[in-house]
């Protein structure tokens, strides 16, 4: 019986150098095919309903809602804060996995910046949470600060007490609950809120929200510093902020993270408006 | 004691066997290549990375886990029967019931060593993110394994009397099918007294794998019961003792 001879090194290397250049052949390949398809714009993931993820995913409830939370993750990111699906995809996290706290607060304070067509839903989701009793003090503080935003101050109110009452809320947060409504400048009340949010947070785009609306603060003290210098000057107010950006009262006019217009009150405070353009 | 002896014997030749074994090893690298993934794919969740290590590190270690005792435990004996490698056994004074029962705890040994050694990387990536020692996911350890030695029993029994593949078919519908049970009682609720009482059957008959879940509570730092713990137990022993049983009837009715 003929026995089969072990290969030579020649021809090992041989096979080697052939394996070696059929991958690069395959890379090379692949990369001209991406370049050479046509580029589709992306669609996002079309989700199956909470009652048959709940039926397939053999009772692991909990990692399915952990999936769907990153696949929101990566939405958000890809569609750039306009994916159509916020509401929905953390209303089925929520419901398959409803101890799963961060989704509430995040629905909650993101919502209305990230889907403005379902704000009231994102909202409701914070609130369910709250209702829940989930042991998180974020959910109902950030339930507060977006009725803050919204100058509903009586469910601020009432959200941010929640907050305070919670176990696991930091102390220097607590205070800014418990006094909410309790001083004399909401601006002041506010920045507290966001400070303690951009503070405490984990998550970048949260912490990213928290740094604009900082910032937007910071642009409104800023002007009425202008404009108090203005009215010391000349005795009166200015027309608009452009009378103190030409009269080098401000360098330039402010860039706003909201992308908001900015106009004089009588009594010297400066207001956010609906930007038009010029 | 000979009894036991033959027992223990078959046990360790299998335990042997099926740990050697090297697609084993494949699947066993798999899961740490999802576990570690899990690592990675945490940094991306906003903040809530312990919660989806541990929701989708439980999850994959029971879905592996799974694999490997499909895997190992649906060839035990018809692997031995086509080899005919079982006639030197049964030509010994050993009863096919020692070596169903030996076969059983030999594979659960070999899954329970593949277990630990799943758990005892998903503790330490819990411990390097700063979760410290999850206490509560040994327990749900625990009850994987009460899962895994009913699947192994069942998976026994299907070996004595089908092919590989289709053991491996019925394991997993039956997987599918005992988590899925209250679900079924739930939709049939509003429905006639014959599918009310099909249902009934299924429920208390087919074993209820729901039972042994407890990876939703040990995400959220929670555990069940002393007495909770005592009835699952209880339900694995004497479920996995009677499928035992009707392996033992089913391999003693075939004929080599």
Not at chain 1, 21 to 36: E, H, P, T
Not at chain 1, 100 to 115: S, V
Not at chain 2, 71 to 100: N, Q
Not at chain 2, 158 to 185: K, N, R
């Amino acid at each position: 019986m003929k026995h089969s001879a072990r290969p030579s090194q020649a021809e090992t290397i041989f096979a080697a150098g052939i394996i070696v250049a059929g991958c690069i052949l395959v890379i090379f390949l692949q990369i001209i095919a991406n370049r050479v398809q046509p580029q589709l714009p992306p669609e996002p993931l079309v989700l199956f309903p909470v009652p048959v993820i709940h039926a397939v995913d053999v009772g692991m409830d909990s990692a399915a809602a952990s999936l769907v939370w990153l696949n929101l993750i990566q939405q958000i990111g890809q569609f750039a804060g306009t994916y159509q699906g916020f509401v929905s995809d953390l209303d089925a996290i929520t419901t398959l996995d409803p101890q799963f706290a961060y989704p509430y607060a995040f629905a909650a304070l993101m919502g209305p910046a990230l889907d403005p067509a379902h704000e009231k839903e994102a909202i409701a989701i914070g609130e369910k949470g709250v209702a829940r009793r989930i042991p998180d003090w974020e959910i109902p503080f950030y339930v507060g600060a977006t009725y803050n935003v919204l100058k509903d101050r009586d469910n601020a109110q009432r959200y941010f007490a929640i907050a305070a009452a919670m176990p696991d809320i930091p102390p220097s947060v607590r205070i800014g609950a418990l006094s909410y409504g309790s001083g004399d400048s909401k601006r002041e009340t506010t920045r507290q809120i966001w400070e303690s949010i951009y503070a405490t947070t984990k998550d970048d785009l949260t912490r990213e929200e928290a740094k604009e609306y900082l910032k937007h603060l910071d642009i409104l003290d800023t002007l009425e510093v202008a404009v108090a210098a203005y009215r010391t000057d000349t005795g009166q107010l200015p027309d608009s902020i452009d009378t103190l950006v030409n009269k080098k009262y401000l360098p330039a006019y402010p860039e706003d993270p909201f992308n908001v217009d900015f106009a004089i009150q009588p009594n010297g405070q400066v207001i956010a408006t609906v930007h038009s353009t010029k | 004691m000979t009894t036991l002896r033959h027992i223990l014997a078959i046990a360790k030749n299998t335990f042997r066997e099926t740990i050697r074994d090297r697609v084993l090893y494949a699947i066993l690298v798999f899961s740490l290549v999802f576990l570690g993934f899990t690592l990675i794919i945490s940094s991306i969740s906003l903040g809530t990375d312990l919660h989806i290590m541990r929701s989708l590190g439980l999850a994959g270690m029971y879905i592996f886990s799974i694999i490997i005792t499909v895997f190992l435990g649906t060839s035990l004996i018809y692997k031995e029967i086509e080899k005919r490698t079982l006639y030197f056994i049964l030509a010994k004074p050993i009863s096919r019931g020692e070596v169903v029962i030996g076969k059983f705890i030999g594979l659960l040994a070999s899954v329970s060593v593949c277990v630990l050694g799943m758990f005892l990387v998903y503790l330490g990536m819990i411990a390097y993110k700063g979760g410290g020692f999850d206490v509560i996911a040994l327990l749900s350890g625990l009850y994987t394994l009460l899962d895994l030695s009913v699947l192994i029993a069942l998976s026994i029994l299907f070996s004595t009397f089908a092919t590989p593949l289709a053991s491996a078919m019925y394991a997993v519908v039956i997987i599918y099918v005992g988590h899925s049970l209250d679900i079924i009682m739930q939709a049939v609720r509003t429905s006639g007294p014959f599918a009310r009482a099909v249902a009934d059957v299924m429920y208390y008959l087919l074993p209820n794998l729901e039972k042994f879940d407890i990876r939703n509570l040990v995400v959220y730092g929670m555990h069940p019961s002393l007495a909770s713990i005592a009835s699952v137990i209880a339900y694995a022993a004497v479920y996995c003792a009677l499928l035992l049983y009707i392996a033992t009837l089913s391999f003693r009715s075939r004929e080599l």
